[in-house]
């Protein structure tokens, strides 16, 4: 059974828009989402601190009882941070203040060297290495060359021709990257636009072995709370599995 992992980002995007300090409290949000059936909290770091604040990360590693995925950037303050935290796991990401959220994968053929390195120290103390990338066969193997126990599928394109014409032309990408992740040896993680219509479609792909969803499911929360939309999209993965 695929594992699901809630990023409670989009909860301290609610909260700085209005520079309110303690509601909605990404802290509180993660609890519900773990009673929701969350096997991991997902949450995104950035550098410019627009939503996720160090304080949120050092309370919720105190509190949450099941895995933390902490998203950043390739850069030597966010791997301090890491390094400092231990969470679970860590996924890099690429990162440009200009964008709404993280938009395309990381070009890891591109920067090798200075990957490989850091998740070379990742792997020092014992925190699990996943690296964003494009459902592209070179990134993936550039992945595994750069020593990542895992890789998450960008699925931002699949999600945005979910219903067109291309929509098949995606997802045979993201199957082929996925396969050959597998081959590789290489765990593979997907996220990115997944909501509870076309997530379904990706379940068919058994080696996903954990999708990171967080828009959808804090959207939904709007309308019935937290711990409800995660279950639902806890039920809809196990229904489909």
Do not use: W
Request: net charge neutral.
């Amino acid at each position: 059974m695929p594992r699901l992992g809630v990023n409670i980002d989009h909860v301290a995007t609610l909260r700085e828009a209005r520079k309110t300090v303690r509601y909605p409290d990404p802290v509180v949000a993660a609890a519900l989402a773990e009673l929701g059936g969350a096997d991991q909290i997902t949450m995104h770091l950035r550098e410019d601190r627009r939503h996720i604040q160090d304080r949120d990360l050092e309370v919720i590693k105190k509190t949450v009882q099941t895995r933390i995925n902490l998203e950043m950037s390739n850069h030597p303050e966010m791997l301090k941070v890491a390094l400092y935290l231990r969470p679970f796991s860590v996924t890099l990401v690429p990162e440009r203040r200009e964008e709404i959220t993280t938009e395309g994968g990381l070009d890891v053929q591109g920067h090798l060297e200075a990957i490989k390195k850091t998740v070379a120290k990742l792997r020092e103390t014992q925190v699990r290495a996943c690296l964003f990338v494009e459902p592209d066969l070179d990134q993936v193997r550039a992945s595994h060359k750069a020593g990542a126990l895992a890789v998450e599928i960008h699925t931002g394109r699949y999600c945005e021709a979910f219903g067109a014409p291309e929509e098949d032309r995606e997802f045979s990408a993201i199957l082929n990257a996925v396969k050959a992740a597998k081959k590789l040896g290489i765990m593979v993680h997907a996220g990115h636009g997944l909501n509870y219509h076309n997530l379904e479609r990706l379940l068919t792909i058994i080696e996903i072995e954990e999708y990171n969803i967080g828009h959808s499911i804090v959207a939904r929360a709007v309308m019935v709370g937290m711990e409800k939309a995660v279950r639902e999209m806890v039920e809809l993965i196990k229904g489909k599995r």
